[in-house]
Antibody
Framework: EVQLVESGGGLVQPGGSLRLSCAASGFSFSSYEMNWVRQAPGKGLEWVSYISSRSSNIYYADSVKGRFTISRDNAKNSLYLQMNSLRAEDTAVYYCAREAGGNSIDYWGQGTLVTVSS | DIQMTQSPSSLSASVGDRVTITCRASQSISSYLNWYQQKPGKAPKLLIYTTSNLQSGVPSRFSGSGSGTDFTLTISSLQPEDFATYYC?????????FGQGTKVEIK
C-alpha cells in the first residue's frame, strides 16, 4: 500500500524556518517524481514545488522561489521541504504528493499544518 | 504562468442529476489536464488524468473531455458521496496551476 506521511509542521514566527519531511512507503520511491502542494485555510490548492526522481530537475512556484528548497533522499525514501523566511501567507496545510501519468498526482499524504504567526 | 478558470464556482444539484464542470486554460495545454475531488478535511483524490483517462478505482459515472484550452468534467448521475469540491490542474508546464475549485452542494 502506498503511504506518504508528512511531519514537521507547526507554529512558527514570521521570518522563521521549518523543515517538512515526507516518509514514503509501499512503492519504489526512487522511481517517482514528487511534489509539494499546499492549501491555505478555506482556500484552494496551490502547487509549491516539484523534484524529479534523481533530483536533476527542480521547480518552484514564484511565491516560494528563493525561500523554499525541495530535496529528497532516495536511500531513506524521504522527501523534504526546507522553508525559510516564512510569511503569514505561507500558513497552509502542506501535502506531499506522488506524480503519475500525465504528471498528475495519484497519491497524497494526509498533510501537515504550518502556521506562521507571532 | 498558465491561468486555470473553473466554472461555476459552486453549484447545487440533486442526487441523480447530470453535472458538468468546465475548466478553461489561458493558453493551450494540449491534453495535460487533470481533475481532483476533495472532501472537507481530506487530501484531494485523483479522478481523471490527461483529460479523459479514468483513474483506477474511480466510478465510471465520472468522465472528462476537451483539448487545447477548454475542458469538461461530467458526473453522469450524481451520487450522495459526490458532494465535494472539484479542482482542475494543468501539468503542461510549471507552475502546475490549479483552478479555483467548484463546490458541488446538495440541492
Amino acid at each position: 500500500e502506498v503511504q506518504l506521511v508528512e511531519s514537521g509542521g507547526g507554529l512558527v514566527q514570521p521570518g522563521g524556518s521549518l523543515r517538512l519531511s515526507c516518509a514514503a512507503s509501499g512503492f519504489s520511491f526512487s522511481s517517482y517524481e514528487m511534489n509539494w502542494v499546499r492549501q491555505a485555510p478555506g482556500k484552494g490548492l496551490e502547487w509549491v514545488s516539484y523534484i524529479s526522481s534523481r533530483s536533476s530537475n527542480i521547480y518552484y512556484a514564484d511565491s516560494v522561489k528563493g525561500r523554499f528548497t525541495i530535496s529528497r533522499d532516495n536511500a531513506k525514501n524521504s522527501l523534504y521541504l526546507q522553508m525559510n523566511s516564512l510569511r503569514a501567507e505561507d500558513t497552509a496545510v502542506y501535502y506531499c504528493a506522488r506524480e503519475a501519468g500525465g504528471n498528475s498526482i495519484d497519491y497524497w499524504g494526509q498533510g501537515t499544518l504550518v502556521t506562521v504567526s507571532s | 504562468d498558465i491561468q486555470m478558470t473553473q466554472s461555476p464556482s459552486s453549484l447545487s444539484a440533486s442526487v441523480g442529476d447530470r453535472v458538468t464542470i468546465t475548466c478553461r486554460a489561458s493558453q493551450s495545454i494540449s491534453s495535460y489536464l487533470n481533475w481532483y475531488q476533495q472532501k472537507p478535511g481530506k487530501a484531494p483524490k485523483l479522478l481523471i488524468y490527461t483529460t479523459s483517462n479514468l483513474q483506477s478505482g474511480v466510478p465510471s459515472r465520472f468522465s472528462g473531455s476537451g483539448s487545447g484550452t477548454d475542458f469538461t468534467l461530467t458526473i453522469s448521475s450524481l451520487q450522495p458521496e459526490d458532494f465535494a469540491t472539484y479542482y482542475c490542474q494543468q501539468t503542461y508546464n510549471t507552475p502546475r496551476t490549479f483552478g479555483q475549485g467548484t463546490k458541488v452542494e446538495i440541492k
